[in-house]
């Protein structure tokens, strides 16, 4: 059972920038799909970004060049760093991640099922 466990959330201004983490557990296969995922108050959880152990990273429309996705092999830490943030990106954030023993490159993205999730961080921005 791979365990994550999320950080780095926090109330901000609109223009802001935050990075939350998720440490993640040992795990036994060394391909993976990791990604983030938010939920916003009323509204059906979405897909943020998402990343493979290629390096290669997807990411929904309404964050492209503001947020970025990376992971530190060494750290075990998924990271999600987010700029220029605005009142719309306020939702509860969630890492989350599947190992596999063999992942082709271009597999990895956010419909794909995950199998182990952290619990979440709340991020709010303020107009």
């Known amino acids: 059972q791979v365990h994550l466990v999320v950080s780095g959330g926090g109330s901000l201004q609109a223009g802001g920038s935050r990075t939350p983490s998720c440490a993640v557990s040992t795990y036994t296969y060394s391909k993976y799909c990791m990604g983030w995922f938010r939920q916003a108050p009323g509204k059906e959880r979405e897909g943020v970004a998402s990343?493979?152990?290629?390096?290669?990273?997807r990411y929904d429309d309404s964050v492209t060049g503001r947020f970025t996705i990376s992971y530190d092999n060494a750290k075990r830490t998924l990271n999600l760093r987010m700029n220029s943030l605005k009142p719309e990106d306020t939702a509860m954030y969630y890492c989350a991640a599947a190992f596999y023993s063999i992942l082709v490159l271009g597999y990895c993205d956010l419909s794909r099922p995950f199998t182990s999730w952290g619990q979440g961080t709340q991020v709010t921005v303020s107009s």
């Open positions: 990343i493979d152990h290629h390096g290669s990273a």
